[in-house]
């Protein structure tokens, strides 16, 4: 039988060392897969983030043949009100994944600008041509400077966007300026 006295304190036990080693090990362990969970974790999340990232670059052709689209107008006493071109625009993809660009299309006063709506999947650093539709009314829509141009964009993760990119469509302003003239009907 063991006596117990009641004027003192229990004595503490300290756990053996083997089992302090133990916890500490596991201690590691926990802090070690946690952070590995972590970087896997942030790895698939900027995995997610670069699937979704779109950067395309807009150009307007201005090659030998750009001038040789259509050309047309509305003609009201004797006068073109509205002047219409098809012009080539190249559409590149600056991203780092394919993408479908699939619509086109810059509106303001007296100036509209639009691309058929069709499927264009772009691989990264590639490019496509695309015909764009130019509307001018003449009273009002020149001089046509430096357009920022709204694509409809489906990612390779099939998540729709609108993406902006900025067109350079000054190389238009004089043929629209001789159409608006009646010269190119």
């Known amino acids: 039988m063991s006596v117990i006295d009641l004027d003192r304190a229990p004595a503490v036990r300290s756990k053996p060392a083997r089992r302090r080693v133990g916890t500490a090990l596991a201690a590691v362990m926990i802090f070690v897969a946690g952070g590995a969970g972590t970087s896997v974790w942030g790895r698939w999340q900027a995995d997610r983030a ?91 829509g020149l001089p046509i400077g430096r357009l920022s141009v709204e694509l409809a964009v489906r990612t390779y993760d099939d998540r729709e966007r609108t993406a902006t990119a900025v067109l350079d469509a000054r190389e238009w302003n004089e043929q629209a300026r001789v159409a608006c003239a009646g010269d190119l009907l």
């Open 50 to 140: 670069r699937s979704s990232e779109v950067s395309v670059l807009l150009l307007a052709d201005t090659g030998p043949q750009a001038n040789d689209a259509g050309v047309g107008g509305v003609v009201a006493g004797g006068k073109v009100v509205d002047a219409s071109l098809t012009r080539r625009v190249t559409l590149v993809n600056a991203g780092p994944l394919p993408v479908d660009v699939h619509g086109l299309r810059f509106v303001r006063a007296g100036l509209t600008v639009r691309a058929a709506e069709e499927r264009r999947w772009i691989k990264h650093g590639q490019a496509v041509q695309a015909d764009a539709d130019i509307r001018v009314v003449c009273a009002r």
